[in-house]
Nanobody
Framework: QLQASGGGLVQAGGSLRLSCAAS????????VGWFRQAPGKEREFVAR????????YYADSVKGRFTISRDNAKNMVYLQMNSLKPEDTAVYYC???????????????WGQGTQVTVSS
């Protein structure tokens, strides 16, 4: 089970840190991805981190602004979002999967989503 939190309302240029809390002893064996979905749009890939935390991958739209990290001892994954833009406004979801990369169907478990709103 995954629980995403940390969303909110922020002005353009601001920062937020999203958290994804996981339950279960096997969490450390899963890759974790962050996705987002804006109204009327498809769910899109944001960032991904390997089970060990050694490998990360980002969508071009967030590269250099967002940082994904994880703490397996605490069963937590984070998404630090800096220099936020209005186009980053969406519901953000965390997901876990043994073979997850950039497609939603590659992930087995999903959190409930947390709203991020960036005002201009």
């Amino acid at each position: 089970q995954l629980q995403a939190s940390g969303g909110g309302l922020v002005q353009a240029g601001g920062s937020l840190r999203l958290s994804c809390a996981a339950s279960g002893r096997t969490f450390s064996s899963y890759a974790v991805g962050w996705f987002r979905q804006a109204p009327g749009k498809e769910r899109e890939f944001v960032a991904r981190i390997s089970w060990s935390g050694r490998t990360t991958y980002y969508a071009d739209s967030v590269k250099g602004r967002f940082t994904i990290s994880r703490d397996n001892a605490k069963n937590m994954v984070y998404l630090q979002m800096n220099s936020l833009k209005p186009e980053d406004t969406a519901v953000y979801y965390c997901a876990a999967g043994t073979a997850g990369w950039t497609r939603p169907d590659e992930y087995d478990y999903w959190g409930q989503g947390t709203q991020v709103t960036v005002s201009s």
